[in-house]
C-alpha cells in the first residue's frame, strides 16, 4: 500500500508538470491514475478544478473568436474587475459579512480567484484585483487578523486620497505577508496553475533565492507578537527564546518547545493543556506556511530546469531540501491533502 502511495504521489508531481503547461488532458490521465493507486484530497480537488476549467473552456469556444488583434477578456471580466476595485471593505470584496464562518470565506475567495486570475483574466486591472483578494481573504482567515481588522479596519485605503502616506502606514497592519501567487497556490494546491504562470509569475514574484527556512520562521514570529503587543499586554508564551522568555517548556503532546517567564508558574491560572493546543496549533501553522513555499520553489526550479532542458539543473531542484516538510513529517502532521 505504501508503494501506491509514493507511486500516487508521482503522478501527481507529474500532472502539475502538465498542468503548467496547460495540458489539461495528460494531467487529469495522470491524476485518474494517482487516484486509482492512493485517492487523496489533493489529486481529487485538482481533477474537480480540471473538469471546472474544461467546461468553462468549452462555453467560451461556443462564443466567436476574437481577432489577434483584440484583447482577449469578456465585459462580465470587466465589470468584475471593476466591483472587486470599487469595494470598501475585505467583506464586501469577497461578498460576505462579519458573521460568515472561515470556510465560507475561503469558498468565497475560490470562486473569485479563478475568476480573476491574471492566466485567466487579461481584463485591465485584473492583476490588482486578484491581489486584492488575496490580501482580503489573507486578513479574514487569519484570527487575530480579522478581530483586529474587525476593531480599526474600516474601509479599504484609497490610492487617491491626500493622505496617501498615512494611509498606508496605517494598513500596513492588514496586508498579506505572502504574496498572490502563494495565497493562489497554498488554497488550490502548491504548483497548480495555467499556462500562462511563468508571465505573471516573473513579473511578480521573486522566487530566484530560497528562503531561510530560520528567517522565514523568525519573520512569522515576529508578525505574531508584534500583533500579541497591539491587541494586550504581553503574551503568555512564545515560540523564540529571549531574555524575557528565558524558561524552556515542551507540550505534552508533540513535543513542542516554547518558553515562558520565570514569573510562568506564578502568575498563569489557565489551563495548561488549552495552553499548549494554542502552542502546537500556532507552531504547525507557521511549519505549513514555510513548507508550502519550500515546496513551492523546488517545483519552480524544476519547471525552469525542465523549461530549458538542462539536466545538471533539474538534478540540484530534485535535491533541494525541505526541511519544514520533513519536521511536519517528524511529528505525524504532513498529508497529501494540506499542500
Do not use: W
Not at 460568515?100 to 486570475?117: C, G, M, P, S, V
Not at 490610492?159 to 496617501?164: A, V, Y
Not at 494586550?232 to 517548556?249: E, G, M
Amino acid at each position: 500500500m505504501e508503494g501506491n502511495r509514493d507511486e500516487a504521489k508521482r503522478c501527481i508531481d507529474i500532472a502539475y508538470k502538465y498542468l503548467r503547461a496547460g495540458d489539461l488532458d495528460r494531467a487529469r490521465k495522470f491524476l485518474v491514475k494517482a487516484e486509482k493507486l492512493y485517492p487523496s484530497v489533493q489529486g481529487q480537488k485538482l481533477l474537480d478544478e480540471i473538469k471546472a476549467l474544461k467546461e468553462e473552456g468549452a462555453a467560451a469556444h461556443e462564443e466567436d473568436p476574437p481577432s489577434q488583434d483584440e484583447e482577449k477578456y469578456t465585459q462580465e471580466q470587466v465589470d468584475l474587475v471593476k466591483r472587486v476595485k470599487k469595494c470598501k471593505t475585505f467583506y464586501e470584496m469577497l461578498g460576505v459579512t462579519k458573521d460568515t464562518t472561515e470556510t465560507e470565506i475561503r469558498k468565497a475567495y475560490k470562486k473569485l480567484a479563478l475568476q480573476l486570475h491574471p492566466d485567466k483574466n487579461r481584463a485591465p486591472g485584473a492583476a490588482e484585483a486578484f491581489k486584492a483578494v488575496g490580501n482580503a481573504v489573507a486578513v479574514l482567515t487569519d484570527a487575530e487578523k480579522r478581530k483586529s481588522y474587525d476593531l480599526f479596519g474600516g474601509e479599504v485605503p484609497s490610492r487617491n486620497t491626500r493622505h496617501r502616506h498615512h494611509n498606508q502606514d496605517y494598513y500596513r497592519q492588514f496586508e498579506s505577508d505572502a504574496t498572490a501567487e502563494e495565497l493562489f497556490n497554498m488554497f488550490f494546491g502548491d504548483g497548480f496553475t495555467h499556462s500562462n504562470h511563468r508571465r505573471f509569475r516573473n513579473h511578480h514574484h521573486h522566487e530566484n533565492n530560497q528562503p531561510s527556512l530560520a528567517f522565514g520562521l523568525i519573520l512569522i514570529l515576529v508578525v505574531i507578537s508584534l500583533m500579541s503587543t497591539f491587541l494586550q499586554s504581553d503574551p503568555i508564551y512564545s515560540l523564540q527564546p529571549s531574555t524575557k522568555y528565558s524558561v524552556t517548556k515542551k507540550t505534552t503532546g508533540l513535543g513542542i518547545p516554547y518558553y515562558v517567564k520565570r514569573t510562568f508558574e506564578e502568575e498563569y491560572s489557565g489551563s495548561l493543556a488549552r495552553l499548549e493546543l494554542s502552542v502546537e496549533e500556532e507552531y504547525l501553522i507557521g511549519m505549513k506556511k514555510l513548507c508550502m513555499r519550500e515546496r513551492h520553489y523546488r517545483d519552480a526550479m524544476m519547471s525552469r530546469a525542465q523549461h530549458f532542458g538542462n539536466k545538471e539543473q533539474l538534478a540540484q531542484a530534485q535535491s533541494l531540501k525541505t526541511p519544514s516538510c520533513d519536521e511536519l513529517y517528524r511529528i505525524g502532521k504532513f498529508t497529501l491533502g494540506n499542500f
